[in-house]
Structure formats: C-alpha cells, structure tokens
C-alpha cells in the first residue's frame, strides 16, 4: 500500500505539523489578533520577517527555520 499523501510531496518527504501546543494542551486566541501568538509568528516568518526567518538567507524557509523562528518568538 503506497501512501497517497506521499506521492503528493516532492522527494517522497513526509508531511510535518507546527502545532500550538503538546497533546493536553490548550492554546488561546489573542482577540485582537484573531489567532494565537504561535499562528502570529508563523505569518511573520511567511510574511514581513522572512529574511529574519531564514537563518541560512537561501530564500526558502526549511522546518528547522520556522520552528526556531516561533521558539524565539513564542514561549
């Protein structure tokens, strides 16, 4: 049986998730921002922080990047 959300990535890579927080956890919405501050720092990694985000400056953000990126930025 081959995965068929394998054949969909590139390489045959797995999928990987960026989460708030562990199993058990609760994550909160800021109400001003209409998400939470983990979601916040993933935009600012896409978005107006990229070259801050992407530590090595090759123009792609790779999982390391962005994980790092949001522990800076979010406790």
Do not use: I, W
């Not at 990987?16 to 109400?31: D, I, R, T, W």
Request: aromatic letters at 6%; proline letters at 4%.
């Amino acid at each position: 049986d081959e995965n068929v959300l394998r054949r969909m990535l590139p390489h045959g890579q797995s999928p990987f998730v960026l989460a708030a927080c562990e199993h058990g956890q609760k994550s909160y919405e800021n109400p001003a921002l209409k998400h939470g501050l983990f979601t916040q720092s993933l935009l600012e990694a896409t978005g107006d922080e990229f070259r801050r985000a992407d530590r090595d400056s090759d123009g792609e953000l790779t999982c390391e990047e962005l994980v790092n990126f949001a522990q800076r930025r979010v406790r």
